[in-house]
């Protein structure tokens, strides 16, 4: 009955590779997010993304790139992995709309990139 | 940009205590202010979430407050457990639906 779940929640690779990391809610939302929590637990927005638009944080390096098959899933490829990119990465899911409602966050995905 | 801040960033209590957190943003043109709580190895939950329009919400032992307009929000505990122990986390949503998060109180209550 897991909620907003993320595969895998381990991952371990080396420098200069591709991996994916799957989201999926079974909440009804419409919106997804990635968030990035990096060594000293600072946990920041990477992308919204609901099914007309994406937003994509200025910050992000265009070798990060969501995918989102459909309304349930955001998916999130990283190419040519880098040392900085060991973090802990967090999906979650609300609806969108300007009422503001609660996001609902995954377990997380530990990236360890050697 | 806004810039979420948390005070203090660790704090110990002996069980019992009653004990308050703070955050602060710089930016007030937000939509909704979020507490949750982080325990080590695991992801967020929710606590407590305040619209821009409000000034304070409950739930059990925990009060949150906003004072939008100085960009203040406080997490009242009473009566601290050793299972309140974790990092609370505050945030912030402006337009485009996405959190600002601070830095996180990690919290240690002890029996």
């Known amino acids: 009955d897991t909620a907003v779940s993320q595969t895998p929640k381990y991952l371990v690779t080396q420098m200069g590779n591709d991996k994916s990391i799957k989201c999926e809610q079974n909440?009804?939302?419409?919106?997804m997010y990635w968030y990035k929590q990096d060594s000293k637990k600072f946990l920041k927005i990477m992308f919204s993304?609901?099914?007309?638009?994406?937003?994509i944080n200025e910050t992000v390096p265009n070798r990060f790139s969501p995918k989102s098959p459909d309304k349930a899933h955001l998916n999130l490829h990283i190419n040519s992995l880098e040392l900085g990119d060991s973090a802990v990465y967090f999906c979650?899911?609300?609806?969108?709309?300007?009422?503001?409602?609660?996001?609902?966050f995954g377990p997380g995905t530990r990236l360890l990139v050697l | 940009k806004q810039e979420v801040t948390q005070i203090p960033a660790a704090l110990s209590v002996p069980e019992g205590e009653n004990l308050v957190l703070n955050c602060s943003f710089t930016?007030?043109?937000?939509?909704?202010l979020q507490w949750f709580r982080q325990d080590p190895g695991k992801g967020l939950t929710s606590l407590l979430l305040?619209?821009?329009?409000?000034r304070e919400q409950t739930s059990g032992r925990l009060n949150a407050s906003l004072d939008k307009s100085s960009g203040r929000s406080t997490l009242y505990i009473a009566a601290s457990q050793p299972g309140d122990s974790a990092t609370y986390l505050c945030?912030?949503?402006?337009?485009?639906?996405?959190?600002?998060f601070g830095g996180g109180t990690r919290l240690m209550v002890k029996p």
């Open positions: 979650a899911s609300s609806h969108f709309g300007t009422s503001g409602e609660t996001q609902y």
């Open positions: 909440l009804g939302h419409d919106t």
């Open positions: 993304y609901n099914n007309k638009e994406l937003i």
């Open positions: 930016d007030s043109a937000i939509y909704n």
């Open positions: 305040i619209q821009s329009s409000q």
């Open positions: 945030a912030v949503r402006n337009a485009g639906n996405m959190l600002t």
